[in-house]
């Protein structure tokens, strides 16, 4: 690149903006739906130089008059940035323009989390890092995207906010994960999320593309795709910039050789200006345009820098290497040797002259008027300016900007980790990757601190590379038990196994080296026991011999075993034994908290186990406990198994209390599993008594915060389909479908869900297009030695009603034994009673007296709890059964007396609740088995006056002196529904009150002899 004296004109410092009318409403119309207090995200793509920045600096000037707060974050190619760097820098702006009293009010609690990325607002935060409650990676880092969305939530109250991110391209993926967080969060708040990214740049398994998904889903999301200038608008451009009417014909060159590309062209009409042209003939314009226009952006941008001086352009290129921002301080602490390769004498004077040189031509531009910072106007002129140098040359200017950043920061180096790994890595190959690896560990460990899970799973995947295979060491258990760490906060269930093996290999350096403390703390490290997950029972024995096995140490550890043995092992037995171990240990050390958490774990290995009495007892234990000591992480694992056991066992009133209260909890904790596990339950209960908007209410509620919780997305599909709501189901099943098929192997939440509700769909809506996956989900629980029996349980149910569908008699024979000895109970979930599951089977196997009970103990159990939807199924199924639809043909049960009766009198209750409740598939199916049955029986009771069977049941109970709500508790049935029967009574039989009704009821032999 040559350096030569600017020659030609002076290019007026405007720049106009031009085009983008249409793009520029539909943003503005998005910003005046936020002003009113309806949160939008816009996206803006396009590929580079086309003007997505820009569009998004226009918007910021109009919401400014509008009297929003604008605050941007930028992210930049090149690594080296701090965790959440996106972020920071809106944040960090926030907090220099407003007074502590306010960010006081606004951060509140969250203040001691947002510090831990802001450090600047630590002073505002009560308490100290120690306090913070729960011990997984996913609670932390939920309690800080938590911290950060209710501050900017709280912010825009007192005035509406937009926020800008631009270059998401380059975005960390923690930082996209909280872009997502805040997302959903803002429907109803007065703030704007406005992200910038190049499309092109966006490739199959890019953060981005997994980011952009979930906003998709998103009703308050657009996008918008910015496509190039026309040639109309560059005409534009040239008159407002230069005051020169520009050759229809000149600009259409223009377009053809840039196709609207806004920096393009920006940096051609530059160019033909200095040149002197565009104030000339056109002709000559055109001519030059032929015959001298640049190939490229890049060569548009070397002719540009070529304009600038020697001194100027070196500089630069300097700081090109540096990064997209650098500062003065940074290029005067860089050694002589430096500036004397790049032909400079590096004084400070020779150097500010330049970067002066440099923003007159715009090539960069002050971040920080007065504080020495600099960032280029385009990442495409660092690009450029990058590009010219030589690789050798490159890597000794990387070695010399790490070791002055080094020495700059002396000790404390926290602030330019990043910076330190990126210039070490590019420098590896002269300096050697000594301390490449070192800045690799500590960057990993800053990011746990700070919840960058993924990040940190860079750095120490990248420094594992770097130490290469070499014999085990301090710094090699080092990177292993961070690698690990970052394993357990990032990995899918099938990636665990990796999390854990490598924990092992770290624990196996610390025990050989005899530094029990730090292996002890390896061996105590979170990982959540799962099925299908081997080697966490092993450590922790290891451990234990370590910490000797009366210790209180490992009193802890056996706490920790009580879950791994039952899930990893399938060893109930053995897990018990591990909890009386850590109670006995427990109130030896006067340990409430470590009695807790045993009491809590061993609750939810008996409720996974189907204890259910058992496990509600240590439940409650750990619930009582918990009020003793400040651990209401532990005390959540309690409520919410507390609450599942009573509601599979029919005790709604007190299931939502525990399920209240693990919520509340939950949300004190921020932790975004538990508050779905929460809401999991109330969701349920909502749905068991009929309530679909309170449990749609709730359920979206989870989804927001859990978007592929498979619980959730399984729940709310059986949800829409039973109320109905086709179009809604299918939306929820797509992403069910989605979810399973993306995931793990083996008896997982997420499979057994599937197992158990995608027959229950296919029973509601007779759409069976995905049984195969249904199938292969049971076929994953139902075939793993180490599933749980409550995991088995619902598996099963599901695997029964597929059986039920395709009349398979010798498998039914087979799943009612197995499912037989959990008759009482509802599955978990609340989708179905076993009993009705029980009844179908022996129906379907000739068992006929069975399959009476069965039904009979569900009705019991339904009408008993108000678990009203499922009662009315069971009522439909039973009937069903008694019309024969689910025999093998040999006893035709309407040949039974009485069961015609019966099966039509079931299915009045079916119909009276489905219709009550808007079940319209369930509405469709009683009505078609009462028509089919009426058609098979020679004899029909017939009532006087055309009363129906269910008008004369609600008549005989009136007949009783019952009240409406007597009435409706009996026959199970809303006060709404006893109204509507006694309404058509009273017409029918002219009667003009109750009294009446029930006189006409004993002259026509309807009321029943006691």
């Known amino acids: 690149m040559t350096g030569q004296t600017q020659t030609g004109l002076d290019m007026p410092d405007v720049t106009p903006f031009v085009g983008r009318r249409s793009e520029m409403a539909r943003v503005r119309s998005h910003l005046d739906a936020t002003m009113a207090g309806s949160g939008r995200v816009v996206m803006i793509a396009g590929e580079p130089g086309i003007g997505k920045t820009r569009t998004a600096s226009e918007l910021e000037i109009y919401a400014e008059e509008r009297g929003f707060q604008a605050l941007w974050g930028r992210c930049y190619e090149e690594a080296g940035a701090p965790p959440y760097w996106t972020w920071v820098q809106p944040i960090r702006s926030y907090v220099e323009s407003t007074d502590s009293d306010r960010l006081r009010q606004e951060m509140r609690d969250g203040a001691l989390e947002i510090s831990g990325i802001v450090p600047e ?20 880092r939920f309690r800080l995207f938590d911290a950060v969305s209710s501050f900017f939530v709280r912010a825009s109250t007192h005035q509406p906010v937009l926020i800008v991110l631009d270059n998401l391209h380059w975005a960390h993926p923690s930082s996209l994960l909280l872009l997502n967080f805040l997302a959903t969060s803002i429907v109803d708040q007065r703030i704007l999320i406005v992200g910038t990214y190049r499309n092109e740049d966006i490739t199959r398994g890019h953060p981005l593309i997994h980011a952009l998904g979930d906003l998709n889903r998103l009703d308050h999301f657009d996008r918008l ?64 345009l032929r015959e001298r226009v640049p190939a490229g952006v890049r060569e548009v941008i070397g002719r540009r820098l070529d304009r600038v001086s020697e001194a100027s352009s070196q500089v630069l290129t300097i700081g090109s290497v540096m990064g997209r921002e650098f500062s003065l301080e940074q290029l005067l602490a860089l050694p002589a040797v430096t500036f004397d390769e790049m032909g400079l004498s590096g004084d400070s004077a020779q150097i500010m002259d330049a970067l002066d040189e440099a923003i007159a031509s715009a090539l960069i531009e002050e971040v920080d008027h007065g504080a020495g910072k600099f960032r280029f106007g385009h990442a495409l002129i660092q690009q450029a ?8 040359l490159k890597i000794r200017l990387h070695a010399r900007i790490a070791e002055t950043l080094e020495g700059m920061q002396g000790n404390g180096v926290g602030t330019r980790l990043g910076e330190l790994v990126r210039h070490y890595s590019e420098a590896e190959a002269l300096v050697g990757s000594d301390k490449l690896i070192k800045y690799l560990i500590l960057a990993g460990e800053q990011a746990l601190s700070t919840y960058a899970y993924e990040e940190a799973l860079e ?44 924990l092992t290999g770290a624990f196996d350096y610390y025990e050989k080296a005899g530094d029990v403390e730090t292996a002890l703390q390896v061996a105590e490290y979170p990982v959540m026991a799962t099925t299908g997950i081997t080697g966490i029972t092993h450590l ?3 451990a234990l011999d370590l910490a000797g096995p009366d210790s209180h140490r490992s009193g802890r550890l056996w706490g920790r075993y009580i879950r791994a043995a039952a899930l990893e092992r399938g060893d109930y037995e053995q897990a018990n034994g591990a909890y009386l171990r850590a109670v006995e240990i427990a109130r030896r050390e006067r340990d409430i908290a470590l009695e807790v958490h045993a009491a809590a774990d061993a609750g939810s290995v008996d409720g996974y186990y189907l204890e259910l009495t058992r496990g509600l007892e240590k439940c409650l234990r750990a619930i009582e406990l918990a009020a003793h000591v400040r651990r209401p992480d532990l005390e959540s694992t309690a409520l919410n198994w507390a609450a599942t056991i009573l509601l599979v066992t029919g005790r709604p009133v007190r299931a ?62 059986v949800l829409e389909y039973d109320a109905g709501v086709k179009d809604r189901g299918d939306a929820f099943f797509a992403r069910l479908i989605e979810a399973v098929e993306d995931r793990e192997i083996g008896p997982t939440l997420l499979n057994t869900c599937a197992a158990l509700c995608l027959p229950i769909i296919a029973e509601i809506t007779g759409m069976d297009g995905h049984s195969d996956i249904g199938r292969l989900a049971a076929e994953r629980v139902i075939g793993s030695p180490e599933a749980a029996p409550g995991l088995l349980l619902s598996a099963r149910a599901g695997r029964a009603l597929t059986v039920l569908s395709l009349r398979e008699v010798a498998s039914a024979e087979s799943l009612y034994d197995s499912l037989l000895p959990h008759s009482g109970i509802m599955v978990y979930g609340g989708v179905t009673t076993v009993d009705r599951i029980l009844g179908l089977l022996a129906g379907l196997t000739g068992r006929p007296d069975e399959a009476n009970t069965h039904f009979a103990t569900a009705a019991s159990l339904c009408q008993r709890a108000g678990y009203r939807p499922e009662y009315a199924w069971n009522a439909y199924s039973w009937a069903s059964v008694l019309a024969g639809a689910y025999t093998d043909g040999s006893n035709p049960p309407m040949r039974t007396p009485g069961n015609a009766e019966k099966a039509l009198a079931l299915l009045d209750e079916a119909l009276d609740i489905s219709h009550e409740l808007g079940m319209g598939p369930l509405a469709a199916k009683s009505s078609d088995l009462l028509e089919s049955i009426k058609t098979q029986i020679t004899h029909v009771a017939e009532y006087p006056d055309g009363l129906t069977r269910r008008e004369v049941e609600v008549l005989r109970v009136l007949a009783q002196g019952k009240t409406n709500p007597e009435i409706g508790e009996e026959l199970f049935i809303s006060l709404n529904t006893v109204t509507r029967h006694l309404s058509h009574i009273y017409t029918k039989t002219g009667a003009a009150n109750r009294v009446e009704a029930a006189i006409y009821a004993a002259n026509h032999g309807l009321v029943e002899e006691k």
């Open 540 to 542: 922790i024995s290891r």
């Open 225 to 288: 795709i910015l496509r190039g200038l026309t040639s109309n608008d560059i005409a534009d451009y040239i008159f407002e910039t230069c005051g020169t009417h520009a050759h229809g014909r000149l600009a259409e060159l223009i377009h053809l050789h840039t196709e609207g590309n806004s920096f393009f062209v920006t940096e051609l009409v530059r160019l033909l200006y200095q040149e002197g042209v565009l104030h000339g003939n056109a002709g000559e314009a055109e001519t030059l």
């Open 459 to 502: 750095f120490f995947r990248r420094a594992l590379e770097a130490q290469g295979t070499s014999e085990p060491d301090g710094r090699l258990a080092s990177i292993l038990f961070g690698l690990g760490r970052a394993q357990v906060a990032t990995a899918q269930r099938h990636e665990m196994q990796n999390a854990v093996e490598t």
């Open 385 to 392: 300016l990058a590009a010219e140098l030589s690789t050798t």
């Open 656 to 717: 939502r209390h525990y399920a209240e209260a693990c919520l509340a909890n939950a949300e004190k904790l921020r932790d975004g599993y538990r508050i779905a596990g929460a809401i999991d339950n109330l969701e349920d209960l909502a749905r068991l008594e009929g309530d679909w908007d309170l449990a749609r209410e709730l359920s979206d509620y989870g989804l927001r915060i859990t978007p592929r919780d498979g619980r959730l997305l399984a729940f709310r599909a």
């Open 121 to 140: 607002v630590r002073g505002l935060a009560p308490g100290n890092a120690d306090e913070r409650l729960g011990e997984g990676p996913d609670q932390a």
